[in-house]
T-cell receptor
Framework: NAGVTQTPKFQVLKTGQSMTLQCAQDMNHEYMSWYRQDPGMGLRLIHYSVGAGITDQGEVPNGYNVSRSTTEDFPLRLLSAAPSQTSVYFC????????????FGEGSRLTVL | AQKITQTQPGMFVQEKEAVTLDCTYDTSDPSYGLFWYKQPSSGEMIFLIYQGSYDQQNATEGRYSLNFQKARKSANLVISASQLGDSAMYFCAMRGGYNTDKLIFGTGTRLQVFP
């Protein structure tokens, strides 16, 4: 009964370091996406994917990279961390037949010093 | 451009009373979807209810109903018989078109239910 699993839950980085947030879902959902949540701003879409091998940019893609080599996994890479990327990151998935009815992971809190 | 507006930063309601959380939207797409999500203090995001732009009837899911007024571009969430466990942040979101799960979220409303 895992659903959407994100790791790590907490991470502290120094400016300029790189890291990967992992996301895996076991529901065979076609759609996956990454959002960031900042205080007072709701959630903003970073990148999304409609299937293996297909990704596209969302509202705030700069500084992030994604790939989708399998249906299950959708990692988010921070290429060179900046303090502005301090945020809570959510991975989500949904069925193609019910787009937008998102199942979210528990979130990953990232602090960039 | 699409936009979601939630003008109530916080709301209070007494247990067992009904409460309405406001949401207005703006889009030029004729086909769109409107969603409400709940975020308890533990942090997870939980899908509550969905309304399609072509749906004739207002969506309902248990104690949640969506008051959809297309001409006014509003999609208010109504929670009936509030419970202490309803205390949380509530986010309204919109999807443009159909074959996409790209959502635009509002800034949220914090609901506090008191005994």
């Amino acid at each position: 009964n895992a659903g959407v699993t994100q790791t790590p839950k907490f991470q502290v980085l120094k400016t300029g370091q790189s890291m990967t947030l992992q996301c895996a879902q076991d529901m065979n959902h076609e759609y996956m996406s990454w959002y960031r949540q900042d205080p007072g701003m709701g959630l903003r879409l970073i990148h999304y994917s409609v299937g293996a091998g297909i990704t596209d940019q969302g509202e705030v893609p700069n500084g992030y990279n994604v790939s989708r080599s399998t249906t299950e996994d959708f990692p988010l890479r921070l290429l060179s961390a900046a303090p502005s990327q301090t945020s809570v990151y959510f991975c989500a998935s949904s069925q193609q037949q019910r787009p937008g009815e998102l199942f979210f992971g528990e979130g990953s809190r990232l602090t960039v010093l | 451009a699409q936009k979601i507006t939630q003008t109530q930063p916080g709301m209070f309601v007494q247990e067992k009373e009904a409460v309405t959380l406001d949401c207005t939207y703006d889009t030029s797409d004729p086909s769109y979807g409107l969603f409400w999500y709940k975020q308890p203090s533990s942090g997870e995001m939980i899908f509550l209810i969905y309304q399609g732009s072509y749906d004739q009837q207002n969506a309902t899911e248990g104690r949640y109903s969506l008051n959809f007024q297309k001409a006014r571009k509003s999609a208010n969430l109504v929670i009936s018989a509030s419970q202490l466990g309803d205390s949380a942040m509530y986010f309204c979101a919109m999807r443009g078109g159909y074959n996409t799960d790209k959502l635009i979220f509002g800034t949220g409303t914090r609901l506090q239910v008191f005994p």
